[in-house]
Structures are given as C-alpha cells and as structure tokens.
C-alpha cells in the first residue's frame, strides 16, 4: 500500500485576491478556499459577507493582512432585492417567515421612503448578528431563542438608489460607510411602507476603489496553474492606492524600515504609502506637526521577504 502523500507546506504569499463569492458560502468559507490554493501561510478579508449575499470578497494574504483596516473603513457598494409582504426572523430569505402583509405601494410612495433613509441615520444592529454582548455574538442568542437589549447605531447611506420595482419585489443600489447592514435598511423600508420586507438577494460590487468587475471565481481559480494563480493577485500597495506616495532616498529608507522617524519636507495630508527609491514599497507612514514621518505600518522586509518586495542590501 502505497504512502499518502503529504499536502505542499504552506508559505509566505503577500498580495491582495479580489474573489466574487457565491450565493451559500461564508466568508470564512471562501477566504479557507483561496488560502488552501496558494498554500499561504496567513489570510484574511476585508468585510464580512452573509452565505446568502454574493460580490466582491477582498483576500489579503500574507503581509497584505497588516493594511486590511484601510478596506474594512471603506464605503460599500451592493445591489439588493427586497421582497415585500414578508417579514423574517433574520431580515433576509434564509429566516423564518414571521408576518405576512397585504402589498398595496405605488412607486412615488417607495421614492418617498427611501428619500429617508439617504444620509445620516441610525440602524438597529439584528439579531442575528456577530456583534457582541458580554463576550457572546448577538446570533448564538437569537438561536437560543432569546433577544438582548442593543443600542442603535449611526451609519451613513450615501446612495439609495431604485433600479426597477415590479409588483412586491424592488431593486436598490446602496452605497454606504462601513457598519451598515442592508437587511436592516430592506426591513426598515418595509416597516415603513406598512407591508414589510426582507431582503431576497445581495450582491456587493464595490469596497472602497475596487469593483466586482473582473474579479477571480473559485471555480476558475482551481483549475489554474500555480504561475497562473500569482498572476491574479494584486501588490499590497493597492490597498492604500488612496493614499499620496512618498519616496524616499537610500539612508532614510533604511531608518524608516529600522522604525526611526525621517525628516521630510510635504505639505498636506499627513498620511502617506511610502516607497524606497527603487519603487519597492514600505508601509505607511505619519507626518508629525514636527516635520517628522513615523512608521505606521511596516511591510516586513529582508531575505524572508519575496524578492520582487526586498529592500537593496546596500541600504539595510
């Protein structure tokens, strides 16, 4: 009998996987996937998806994981369907039905709704929920079958469109701030109209700068070869694309890897990605009123590091 075969080890992958989860996957689920394909030793995403919602599911692996917040604080972007005439227990259509409501709402009636839930308001954290309460997540007591007191909170809906509406069934984009659950906002709609909602389908197709179009499908990413799967990461750096770059020259690149502050001369913002002169990038880093730019958050460097990140020799 012949002997297993032991699996690859796992090794250092740094890079940035913008994967389009399917429908019945959670997120964990996914990211679990795409780590086991390139065997890479640390992973992590960037904002929670439901098993019900689908889109765009930014993988960070390796030393991508240190700039996860720089997504996580992004706006959102996602196309919801919203049944009416149906209330459920999870504010979407894998909870129980608990009320039915006759559907009697025109089109201007629905403009006028959704015209106040646009901007500055505040949401109800549900039930079923990974938010804590006396060190358990708020779902572990809902499928006890219990409720907990929770304290609203402010989020921001930037847009709320309506793309189609027929019958019970309406079609939204949303563009909102981090925190926002766009079940909640479909309930809300519903509670608002008088026949209830839920929300039937979700899609997100924006975080932040990165968008849904061209992103990588499992089903797709397990039939490609090892060169062909590196080929669909993205460098570290575009996690803070949004940022100003500052390069800096051989001596002061070295004390700012060794996390010394540097001198630099820069008007405003305060926050840049910083780079080396050769291009290779380094972090972040923070201009003090001082004049002074301090390490935030460093890309680890060396002979640990893939070669196409090193930092010169000659100046560590």
């Not at 629905?110 to 954290?125: D, H, K, T």
Request: proline residues 6%; positive net charge.
């Amino acid at each position: 009998m012949s002997a297993r075969r032991a699996p690859p080890a796992w090794c250092q992958v740094d890079g940035v996987l913008l994967l389009d989860k399917p429908r019945g996957l959670s997120s964990n689920a996914a990211l679990q996937r795409a780590r086991r394909l390139y065997r890479a030793e640390k992973a992590g995403h960037s904002g929670t998806l439901d098993p019900l919602a689908t889109g765009l599911l930014p993988c960070l692996f390796g030393e991508a994981t240190k700039f996860g917040a720089e997504l996580l604080d992004a706006d959102k972007t996602y196309d919801a369907a919203i049944a009416f005439g149906e209330t459920t227990t999870t504010g979407d259509a894998e909870g129980e039905v608990t009320e039915r409501r006759p559907v009697a709402v025109t089109r201007e009636e629905i403009e006028r709704v959704l015209g106040r839930f646009r901007g500055r308001i505040l949401q109800l954290p549900p039930m079923y929920s990974a938010l804590k309460r006396d060190g358990r997540p708020l779902y572990a007591y809902a499928r006890a079958g219990k409720s907990v007191p929770r304290s609203p909170r402010g989020v921001t809906i930037h847009e709320l469109t309506l793309d189609a509406f027929e019958g019970d069934r309406l079609a939204v984009t949303v563009r909102c701030s981090k925190g926002t659950y766009v079940r909640v906002l479909a309930a809300d709609i519903g509670r608002e109209l008088g026949c209830g909602a839920h929300l039937a389908a979700l899609r997100r197709s924006a975080v932040g700068r990165f968008s849904v179009v061209g992103a990588a499908r499992l089903e797709i990413l397990e039939t490609l070869s090892s060169t062909a799967l590196h080929a669909c990461l993205r460098p570290i750096d575009a996690l803070v694309g949004h940022l100003p770059a500052l390069t800096l020259p051989a001596d002061a690149a070295a004390r700012f890897v060794n996390g010394q502050p540097v001198v630099v001369i820069a008007a405003e913002p305060i926050r840049f990605r910083v780079y080396h002169s050769d291009g290779v990038f380094l972090g972040l880093g923070e201009r003090g009123p001082d004049g002074e730019l301090r390490p935030r958050r460093l890309v680890r460097q060396g002979e640990k590091a893939p070669a196409a990140r090193r930092v010169a020799q000659k100046i560590l």
